[in-house]
């Protein structure tokens, strides 16, 4: 079992930046692949970015290319998401999940674990 808490979400106006911060605890941590989907009222859950287990397999969806990093520190079992020039079609709420698998992972119903979610709204 594995309990995944999100934190760091807030209002930034456009072109601002975040942190988004996931703890994780439960299960060894440094054995899981991680990821940050994003999900606006009215539509799916989409795939933001996603870490495997050994911190070398990274990828990062079309739209947020170039703006957000993901990284991970196994000695805090903590996962981040930075986010910078941020824009109002970023506006989501911001959920952190877990697999048990070791690779690059980009399907929702590939994950097991999920947080509850933080709220990010970009104003114009």
């Known amino acids: 079992q594995v309990q995944l808490v999100e934190s760091g979400g807030g209002l930034v106006q456009a072109g601002g930046s975040l942190r988004l911060s996931c703890a994780a605890s439960?299960?060894?941590?440094?054995?899981?692949?991680l990821g940050w989907f994003r999900q606006a009222p009215g539509k799916e859950r989409e795939f933001v970015a996603t870490?495997?287990?050994?911190?070398?397999?990274?990828y990062y969806a079309d739209s947020v290319k170039g703006r957000f990093t993901i990284s991970r520190d196994d000695a805090k079992n903590m996962v981040y998401l930075q986010m910078n020039s941020l824009k109002p079609p970023d506006t989501a709420v911001y959920y952190c999940?877990?697999?048990?698998?070791?690779?690059?992972?980009?399907?929702?119903?590939?994950?097991?674990?999920w947080g509850q979610g933080t709220q990010v709204t970009v104003s114009s």
């Open positions: 999940a877990a697999s048990l698998s070791m690779a690059i992972i980009l399907n929702p119903w590939e994950y097991t674990y």
């Open positions: 870490i495997n287990w050994s911190g070398a397999g990274i």
């Open positions: 439960g299960r060894t941590f440094s054995s899981l692949t």
